[in-house]
């Protein structure tokens, strides 16, 4: 997913994949820029930064976290995910977020409903349902990809129908190719997470290379045996 959100001559996996719009674009033509959402400490700036991705905007509830974002951007982030879509929904964004030069919205809500030690209680626990009203935010933005990641426990038999549901809704109107796969997230990019986490992509129909399918959208990667 990561490569896929750059056309440069550097990357020939973004190449194949991604035919990105330069409208309105960064300063250099290197370079694009991203929307975060649950900003967290911000993985995405580390993994973006060598295939030329800097941030445009982001939210995260937590004032601490925001401060510390702000700090490292020069830009200020908003609060809470559900301020951001309202302001959405109504159109207001584009005051605060430079959404013309913003080529991916990355995100990641919160997972502690789908992790053992939530007891996997999925969108009947506090935060569950964010996954899949991150959705509506993604569409109502329509950046060229999407790149959602949980964690692994969305897997599970009683909680993949939620998985199943943001597939839907992410292609329901035709305008998304999507799929999505279990990675481990420090091979691609993101220093600060040892594990495994399960990331969807989506990607504009209209901006991919001809030829290319959604298996396209992730790198080959070898898994090691467990013992």
Known sequence: ALHAAKEAPESEFAERVVDADR???????????YIHAFCGLDAGREAFAPLGGRPAGACDVSVSVRKLWNHLTGLKALSSFELVLAMAR????????????????????PCIDFSTAGVQRGVDGATGQLFLDDVELALLLGLTIVVKEIVPGILQPHLRPVLDAALRALSQDGRYMVNFRLLCCRRHGDIYTTRER?????????????????????????RPSRP
Do not use: C, I, M
């Open 198 to 222: 399960v990331f969807v992509v989506a990607v504009l129909k209209s901006k991919l290379k001809p030829g290319v399918t959604a298996q396209d959208f992730f790198p080959a990667e070898e």
């Open 90 to 109: 109504e159109g207001r964004l584009e005051q605060h977020w430079n959404l013309l030069s913003a080529l991916v919205y990355l995100s990641g809500a």
């Open 23 to 33: 409208t309105g674009a960064a300063a250099s033509p290197d370079e694009w820029t």
